[in-house]
């Protein structure tokens, strides 16, 4: 196996590759979920493959958005040719709002992918930015002296694809995010038949998703969810509120299939899931329901069985709709004890926490719970164990390295591989900043470059943290914000204290923590009745100190917030 642990650390290469010669460099996406970004490198061009972003964890507060730290790539975009998206996910086109303003360069993508990137150049006031090609699967673009293919897949959003990429130094196929379902909804099976092709021409080097590499067998059509979906619609006694990415449209057609099946009319609640799924209908990717699709405010007049609400937030992102329906701050949806919550997706790995505390807010509601693959309503898009051997033993490529996935799931796709009948030389398990650089001969990791986390908080400020500082950025404050409430009476027993972690603060900081206390011990004793859980007081001290400082100056810690019930 080639190991990236191995390599010198370097910060930038010079010059181009050599002759014959292609690189590799993942930005993001490896090691992680999410922030998908990789650059291929090939004589004088550059191509970027997809530019994703995620989601923070627990820890992150305040921040909004996670993007991979693009600093190398700056020093290449005097080469850089385009940037070729697989497919629409957040993950893999999310990053590129927040970057156009860097580099500016023909995007391609199928119709859907940059329908779902277009509504989201308009929410930053990009419209008419940047250069956007349509693509269709089995169409191949020129780009510099490479050629890319795209060839149709199946994943949970329409228009995903994989890339042939065609170098001077030969052929690299990227899978994007795939499963093999032969009997996808809405869509085309993948084209096995091209990707046999290719590997009897020759795949220099294969780039393939690794997200399921741990999980035995095949991962279960998209069709399999449906009888779990339907037997939800038609039993339950109350509304069924179906959670789900806004994205997956497949998921969603069959929802609203069967919703109208069970008598029930179908409503779209959350800003994503009415653009995406307004961006579908105009595409043709789904149809209008007999009677139409409802928002929130035209559900009065509905008896609850005659109701099925869409929701975006299974990721249980704090300001989703599921988060808001659950802590009761949604202005049209409030749960009540005979609503069935169907939770169609699985956490993605590093988002169980969140996931689980907006479930324990439904349960302590009397809201019945069914989730994700357990209760037979998720159909992963990730292909398994077999379909990633499959698509071993299909292309047969000369090198080969996993992309997608933390390192458990990289080193699953390398042992697949192995076994597959491949050499330990012929495999390279990466890490974000990796060099890999691929020949005729062989194969190997040339050294690294900085890469990162650039982290954006509500109010779309950039602030970078990569594991080499971005622009001389200061040592990070950290301020932890403590206080104890009654747990019966829910009123202020001590604090609220704020502390600063190493480094210290300087007395013109110190007030205004202080002062940013006094408004939280005033926003507490002002809050609303039913104001009772921690959650929801660890919003409140965050909100009010962010608040207040944001209205002080450009100081901007990281506040922690830490309640504790006495």
Request: glycine share 10%.
């Given at each position: 196996?080639?190991?990236?642990?191995?390599a010198?650390?370097?910060?930038?290469l010079?010059?181009?590759?050599?002759?014959?010669?292609?690189?590799?460099?993942?930005?993001g996406?490896?090691?992680?979920?999410?922030?998908?970004?990789?650059?291929?490198?090939?004589?004088?061009?550059?191509?970027?493959?997809?530019?994703?972003?995620?989601?923070?964890?627990?820890?992150?507060?305040?921040?909004?958005?996670?993007?991979?730290?693009?600093?190398?790539?700056?020093?290449?975009?005097?080469?850089?040719?385009?940037?070729?998206?697989?497919?629409?996910?957040?993950?893999h086109?999310?990053?590129?709002?927040?970057?156009?303003?860097?580099?500016?360069?023909?995007?391609?993508?199928?119709?859907?992918t940059?329908?779902?990137?277009?509504?989201?150049?308009?929410?930053?006031?990009?419209?008419?930015?940047?250069?956007?090609?349509?693509?269709?699967?089995?169409?191949?673009?020129?780009?510099?002296?490479?050629?890319?293919?795209?060839?149709?897949?199946?994943?949970?959003?329409?228009?995903?694809?994989?890339?042939?990429?065609?170098?001077?130094?030969?052929?690299?196929?990227?899978?994007?995010?795939?499963?093999?379902?032969?009997?996808?909804?809405?869509?085309?099976?993948?084209?096995l038949?091209?990707?046999?092709?290719?590997g009897?021409?020759?795949?220099?080097?294969?780039?393939?998703?690794?997200?399921?590499?741990?999980?035995?067998?095949?991962?279960?059509?998209?069709?399999?969810?449906?009888?779990?979906?339907?037997?939800?619609?038609?039993?339950?006694?109350?509304?069924?509120?179906?959670?789900?990415?806004?994205?997956?449209?497949?998921?969603?057609?069959?929802?609203?299939?069967?919703?109208?099946?069970?008598?029930?009319?179908?409503?779209?609640?959350?800003?994503?899931?009415?653009?995406?799924?307004?961006?579908?209908?105009?595409?043709?990717?789904?149809?209008?329901?007999?009677?139409g699709?409802l928002?929130?405010?035209?559900?009065?007049?509905?008896?609850?069985?005659?109701?099925?609400?869409?929701?975006?937030?299974?990721?249980?992102?704090?300001?989703?709709?599921?988060?808001?329906?659950?802590?009761?701050?949604?202005?049209?949806?409030?749960?009540?004890?005979?609503?069935?919550v169907?939770?169609?997706?699985?956490?993605?790995?590093?988002?169980?926490?969140?996931?689980?505390?907006?479930?324990?807010?439904?349960?302590?509601?009397g809201?019945?719970?069914?989730?994700?693959?357990r209760?037979?309503?998720?159909?992963?898009?990730?292909?398994?164990?077999?379909?990633?051997?499959?698509m071993?033993?299909?292309?047969?490529?000369?090198?080969?390295?996993?992309?997608?996935?933390?390192?458990?799931?990289?080193?699953?796709h390398?042992?697949?591989?192995?076994?597959?009948?491949?050499?330990?030389e012929?495999?390279?398990?990466?890490?974000?900043?990796?060099?890999?650089?691929?020949s005729?001969?062989?194969?190997?990791?040339?050294?690294?470059?900085?890469?990162?986390?650039?982290?954006?908080?509500?109010?779309?400020r950039?602030?970078?943290?990569?594991?080499?500082?971005?622009?001389?950025?200061?040592?990070?404050?950290?301020?932890?914000?403590?206080?104890?409430?009654?747990?019966?009476?829910?009123?202020?027993?001590?604090?609220?204290?704020?502390?600063?972690l190493?480094?210290?603060?300087?007395?013109y900081?110190r007030?205004l923590?202080?002062?940013?206390?006094?408004?939280?011990?005033?926003?507490?004793?002002?809050?609303?009745?039913?104001?009772?859980?921690?959650?929801?007081?660890?919003?409140?001290?965050?909100?009010?100190?962010?608040?207040?400082?944001?209205?002080?100056?450009?100081?901007?810690?990281?506040?922690?917030?830490?309640?504790?019930?006495?």
């Open positions: 196996m080639v190991s990236s642990n191995d010198p650390a370097v910060v930038g010079a010059g181009a590759p050599g002759a014959g010669v292609l690189r590799f460099i993942p930005l996406g490896l090691g992680e979920i999410g922030k998908n970004l990789a650059l291929l490198e090939c004589g004088n061009d550059v191509v970027v493959i997809d530019a994703g972003l995620s989601f923070p964890d627990l820890e992150m507060v305040g921040v909004d958005v996670v993007l991979p730290d693009i600093s190398y790539l700056l020093t290449r975009k005097d080469r850089l040719r385009a940037v070729l998206l697989t497919h629409g996910h957040e993950d086109i999310g990053a590129l709002p927040f970057y156009l303003g860097d580099f500016s360069v023909p995007i391609y993508g199928t119709g859907f940059l329908g779902l990137l277009r509504n989201k150049l308009e929410r930053r006031g990009l419209r008419g930015q940047p250069e956007l090609h349509e693509v269709q699967p089995g169409e191949t673009v020129r780009v510099g002296a490479l050629t890319a293919e795209f060839i149709q897949m199946t994943h949970s959003v329409p228009g995903s694809c994989g890339l042939a990429i065609n170098t001077p130094a030969g052929m690299v196929i990227h899978t994007g995010d795939f499963k093999l379902d032969q009997t996808p909804v809405g869509g085309a099976p993948p084209d038949a091209r990707l046999a092709e290719l009897r021409r020759g795949v220099r080097l294969l780039l393939s998703d690794s997200t399921n590499a741990p999980n035995e067998g095949i991962t279960p059509s998209e069709l399999s969810v449906r009888p779990a979906l339907d037997a939800a619609l038609r039993d339950s006694e109350g509304r069924v509120i179906v959670v789900t990415f806004a994205s997956n449209l497949a998921r969603l057609r069959q929802i609203v299939e069967l919703a109208a099946a069970n008598g029930r009319r179908s409503c779209l609640v959350g800003r994503s899931m009415l653009r995406n799924v307004a961006t579908a209908m105009e595409l043709g990717y789904l149809k209008q329901p007999p009677g699709l928002a929130p405010r035209d559900l009065s007049g509905l008896a609850d069985q005659e109701v099925c609400l869409l929701a975006t937030g299974s990721q249980g992102e704090p300001l989703a709709a599921l988060s808001r329906i659950a802590s009761g701050t949604h202005p049209f949806v409030r749960v009540r004890p005979k609503d069935t169907v939770l169609a997706a699985n956490p993605i790995p590093g988002n169980e926490a969140t996931v689980s505390r907006v479930v324990n807010l439904l349960v302590e509601q809201v019945r719970i069914l989730a994700g693959s209760d037979g309503v998720h159909a992963s898009g990730h292909g398994a164990r077999e379909e990633l051997r499959f071993l033993d299909l292309i047969r490529p000369q090198f080969f390295a996993p992309v997608h996935g933390e390192p458990r799931h990289l080193d699953a390398r042992r697949i591989a192995v076994a597959s009948g491949m050499g330990a012929q495999v390279a398990v990466l890490e974000n900043g990796s060099v890999l650089e691929v005729s001969d062989r194969m190997r990791v040339a050294g690294s470059v900085r890469v990162g986390a650039v982290l954006v908080d509500s109010d779309g950039i602030e970078g943290r990569s594991r080499t500082r971005r622009r001389g950025a200061e040592e990070e404050v950290v301020v932890t914000i403590s206080l104890t409430i009654d747990r019966r009476l829910r009123t202020l027993i001590e604090g609220p204290h704020a502390r600063a190493v480094p210290t603060v300087d007395p900081q007030r923590l202080d002062e940013g206390c006094e408004a939280i011990k005033l926003a507490i004793r002002n809050r609303r009745p039913g104001f009772h859980h921690e959650a929801d007081l660890r919003d409140t001290l965050q909100a009010v100190m962010d608040s207040h400082l944001a209205a002080q100056g450009s100081w901007r810690p990281t506040v922690v917030p830490i309640v504790t019930l006495a």
